[in-house]
């Protein structure tokens, strides 16, 4: 690399840029670093305190499941990445901000990253241990060793340069700046946590713990604990509060489909992929609903609504993803678990409902979910929405947008999505690389024929 001590940042830029677009240079990077995670050969330290990064391939931000996914679709076809994480692990959301008793709500194959299946011993659906345990093994499969403990506090694309530039916090507080061609973005849908506007909340007199926090209910043993949120992540912690003797009463605030995780000896999900082959999606919708009253019953008795919408064309308009029951209905239906309306609002451990009822209760759980966090670091508005932080295109055009900018795991889809964004992000930027080598080809006076 050319140490510009004495130039200014942005002429340091320009040549370093016009640098990253010379297929001599890229030939040349790629000799002298068969590891494309240590970027420390490719750092230039400008007469500032700023560390000046500059890397030839793509930079992806998240280490999350689809960060990790796409890293390994590009180094299967040979083009090095460098992924930068805020935390100090992989798949910090799995690791960090889950409840112990989580696993999988889909079956593994479904779940499974793109080049490598889950382990043949694995349960149809492996526990949050079990997952994390195979996500480590991806990353080391496919040699991804993220630098971690650094936040990506603003990512700008230079017209000038024709570079992306990431401004970046350090595990030190230490500034540093990173430059590439193409800049994935993998933060995904979850980044942070959505906390409800509700009068009185914030003083509340007992504990108030977003399910990000929560990790068992043993904590609440013998308390009286109101959860606010009823999508699978709400329904399961007042399963688990129940398992640990505590009182769960859960917030309905809107309607919502449940559905079992099994039905005619298959995962639910499995069969409706498998009927959307040949049906179109309201059939698959009756007949999962048929199916689920048979074996559930009329679940508005207990004060869970339907929508008017069926569970897949709702996923599919609105990314509101149906409850798969892992036993907390027949906990509703006995009367473990009661059911409240939404909050009014909360004076000390009161707390009034919207039909005028109050109660008091020892503790909150919010399981209101989380949100993305692109518009607050990303300087762009024509791929991702500044509302909610997705792409503006939907499913399945939303992972490529302009001058080298990608998106994975904003599908809402899950899994599956992020492993079908990640192939397609590999095989867009492999034509834009080969097109490096071939040109590289022609210019050492090679026939391309």
């Known amino acids: 690399m050319l140490f510009l001590g004495m130039q200014t940042m942005d002429t340091w830029a320009e040549i370093e840029g016009k640098k990253l677009n010379d297929p001599f240079f890229l030939k040349q990077y790629q000799q002298k670093n068969e590891d494309s995670y240590n970027p420390a050969s490719s750092t230039t330290t400008s007469s500032s305190s700023k560390q000046c990064i500059i890397f030839p391939g793509p930079v992806i931000v998240g280490a999350g499941p689809s960060g990790l996914a796409v890293a390994a679709c590009l180094k299967e076809k040979g083009i090095p990445s460098l992924v930068i994480e805020r935390s100090d692990c992989i798949a910090s959301l799995w690791q ?8 999988l709500h889909l079956p593994k194959k479904f779940c499974e990253l793109p080049l490598m299946p889950f382990p043949f011993d694995f349960p149809p659906y492996p526990s949050k241990k079990q997952f994390v345990l195979y996500l480590e093994a991806y990353a080391k499969k496919f040699g991804i060793n993220p630098l971690f403990n650094r936040t990506v506090i603003s990512a700008e694309h230079d017209k000038t340069l024709g570079q992306w530039r990431l401004q970046v916090i350090g595990p030190n507080k230490e500034e540093e700046e990173y430059t590439c061609r193409w800049l994935i973005v993998a933060t995904g849908e979850n980044a942070e946590t959505v906390t409800p506007e509700i009068e009185g909340l914030t003083g509340f007199s007992g504990p108030v713990v977003h399910t990000s926090m929560y990790k068992s209910g043993q904590q609440f043993e013998g ?13 399961e912690v007042c399963l688990d509060l129940c398992n640990h003797n505590g009182q769960p009463h859960i917030v309905v605030r809107d309607t919502v489909h449940v559905l079992p995780r099994e039905m005619l000896g298959q995962s639910t999900f499995g069969l409706s992929m498998w009927l959307l082959k ?13 199916i689920s009253w048979f074996m559930l019953g009329n679940t508005a008795r207990f004060g869970l609504k339907r929508p008017n919408t069926g569970p897949l064309e709702l996923k599919s308009e609105t990314g509101k993803t149906p409850v798969l029951d892992v036993g907390t209905l027949s906990k509703i239906k006995s009367g473990d678990i009661k059911v409240k309306p939404a909050v009014k609002k909360i004076v000390g451990k009161r707390v009034e409902f919207v039909d005028g009822k109050t109660e008091e209760f020892d503790a909150v759980v919010l399981a209101t979910g989380y949100k993305s966090n692109v518009p607050l670091w990303l300087k762009e508005t024509e791929m991702f929405s500044e509302k909610d932080g997705l792409p503006r295109k939907p499913f399945p055009n939303g992972w490529k947008g302009e001058k080298g900018l990608y998106a994975v795991g904003f599908t809402r889809r899950g899994l599956m999505g992020a492993s079908l964004d990640a192939t397609r992000i590999a095989q867009d930027i492999e034509m834009c690389w080969r097109r490096a080598g071939t040109y590289q080809h022609i210019t050492n006076g090679a026939s391309p024929f």
Not at 96 to 103: E, Q, V
Request: hydrophobic share 45%.
């Open 96 to 103: 960090h901000k889950t409840y112990d008793r989580l696993s």
């Open 223 to 235: 308390k009286k604990v109101l959860v606010v949120g009823c999508g699978n992540s709400g329904m």
């Open 278 to 290: 040949w049906f179109p999606i309201e059939w698959v919708d009756l007949f999962l609903l048929l």
